[in-house]
C-alpha cells in the first residue's frame, strides 16, 4: 500500500485507511458483526490500511474497546486517530471542549484503546461555549505530555449546502486559523467524496498550502457510491441514512446516474474493479496530503477497499467523474 504523509508531525500512513465508525455506530445496529469487524480490523493492517480511526463517541466507547482488542496485540502495525469533544447525552449529541474534560477524555480513550499513546488526537466538534483555543490548548498539553503524538481537527458541522455567498468550509478556516496560533494542525476530517466534493473548493487548498494532511471521511457516500445499495431497500431507525436526505427512496434512484458512471470507468480498468474502488481512487487522485477513510465493518469490504489503491484513475476518468451530475438530496 503507498504510504503518505501526514501533517507537521510528518507521520506516515497507508492511503487508505479503515474508519472504524460503522462497526459500532450510525448505521443499523442489528447489522453489526462483532467478531468478524475485529477481524476486518486485522486484514486492514495485513493489508496496509494503517490508519484506524475512531472515537470516543462511537458506541459510545465501544468502538475504542474494540479497535483497543487488536492494538493490544499489534500496536506496532497501526496508527490510531481517535476523537474528542462530542458527548453522547439521553436526547442530544452535546459539544464539551472544556480544558479539564479533554484531558479527563484522553486518559479515558488510552485505557479503551489499550495504548500509552494516541497517534491522532481530533476535536471532533469545536463546543459553541468555550473558545477552541482553551480547547485547542488543553490538546496541545496532552502532546507535551507523550500522551498523543499530533493533533486533528473534523471539519463536520457545517455538512449541507451552502449559504449564499459562502463556502461550505469558511466557518472551518477561521476556526483553523485560530488554533494554529496555538498549536499546529496535522491533520483535517472532513467529508469528500465523489458525490460530496465540496472540500476542494477551499479546504483541501488551504490544507495542501500549509503542509497539513487530510483525511476524507465519508469517501464512499454512506455506502451509496459502491452501487451495492437499491433504491428503496430502506433503512432501520437508529440508521444516519434512515434520515438522509439522498437516501430517500427518490433521491436514491435519481443518483444512480452516479453509480452508473463509477462503473462504467471501473469497468476500464478491469473486470475485478469496483465501482467503490474508483470512488477512493478518485479521493486519493486529489492530492498527496489526502487519505482517504472508508468506514466498513467486513472483512471483504476491507479487501476491496484496500485494492483501490492499486487503481489508477487517468485524466480522462477524472474527467469523467467531473461531468457526472451533480448530487441530488440536500440537508437544507
Ligand atoms: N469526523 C466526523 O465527524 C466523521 C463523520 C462521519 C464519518 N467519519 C469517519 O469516516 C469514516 C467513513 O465514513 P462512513 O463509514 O460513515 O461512510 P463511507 O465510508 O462513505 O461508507 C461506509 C458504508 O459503506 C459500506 N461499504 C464499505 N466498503 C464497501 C464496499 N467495498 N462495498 C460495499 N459497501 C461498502 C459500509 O458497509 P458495512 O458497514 O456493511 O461494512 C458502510 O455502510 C467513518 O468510519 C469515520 O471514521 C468521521
Not at 467529508?191 to 487530510?214: D, H, K, N
Not at 477512493?280 to 476491507?302: D, I
Not at 483501490?308 to 440537508?331: I, K, Y
Request: charged share 20%; net charge neutral; aromatic share 6%.
Amino acid at each position: 500500500m503507498e504510504r503518505r504523509t501526514i501533517g507537521a508531525a510528518a507521520l506516515a500512513v497507508g492511503a487508505i485507511g479503515l474508519g472504524c465508525m460503522p462497526m459500532s455506530w450510525a448505521y443499523s445496529s442489528s447489522r453489526q458483526r462483532g467478531e468478524e469487524s475485529v477481524r476486518a480490523v486485522h486484514r486492514a493492517l495485513d493489508l496496509g490500511s494503517t490508519l484506524l480511526d475512531t472515537a470516543d463517541m462511537y458506541g459510545p466507547f465501544t468502538n475504542e474497546l474494540l479497535v483497543g482488542r487488536v492494538l493490544k496485540e499489534r500496536r506496532q502495525d497501526a496508527f490510531v486517530s481517535t476523537k474528542v469533544g462530542l458527548l453522547v447525552g439521553e436526547q442530544h449529541i452535546v459539544a464539551n471542549g472544556r480544558p479539564g474534560y479533554v484531558k479527563r477524555a484522553c486518559d479515558a480513550s488510552l485505557r479503551r484503546l489499550q495504548t500509552d499513546v494516541i497517534d491522532l488526537y481530533q476535536l471532533h466538534r469545536a463546543d459553541p461555549e468555550v473558545p477552541v483555543e482553551e480547547t485547542w490548548g488543553a490538546m496541545a498539553e496532552l502532546v507535551q505530555a507523550g500522551k498523543v503524538r499530533a493533533l486533528g481537527l473534523c471539519a463536520m458541522g457545517a455538512r449541507g449546502g451552502r449559504r449564499l455567498g459562502t463556502r461550505l468550509h469558511d466557518a472551518t478556516i477561521r476556526q483553523l486559523q485560530r488554533v494554529q496560533q496555538v498549536f499546529p494542525v496535522s491533520a483535517v476530517q472532513a467529508e469528500l467524496s465523489v458525490w460530496s466534493p465540496e472540500a476542494l473548493e477551499a479546504l483541501l487548498p488551504w490544507c495542501e498550502a500549509r503542509g497539513v494532511g487530510f483525511l476524507a471521511a465519508m469517501p464512499l457516500g454512506n455506502g451509496f457510491l459502491t452501487g451495492t445499495l437499491t433504491p428503496g431497500e430502506g433503512f432501520e431507525p437508529d440508521d444516519v441514512r434512515a434520515r438522509h436526505p439522498r437516501f430517500t427512496a427518490e433521491m436514491m434512484a435519481s443518483n444512480q446516474p452516479i453509480v452508473v458512471g463509477l462503473r462504467r470507468i471501473a469497468a476500464r480498468h478491469g473486470d475485478s474493479v469496483t465501482p467503490a474502488q474508483v470512488a477512493l481512487a478518485w479521493v486519493l487522485a486529489q492530492g498527496r496530503h489526502v487519505v482517504a477513510v472508508p468506514g466498513a465493518k467486513r472483512e471483504r469490504w476491507v479487501a476491496e477497499n484496500a485494492g483501490a489503491d492499486a487503481v489508477r484513475l487517468t485524466a480522462a476518468d477524472l474527467a469523467e467523474v467531473a461531468e457526472l451530475p451533480g448530487a441530488r438530496g440536500s440537508w437544507d
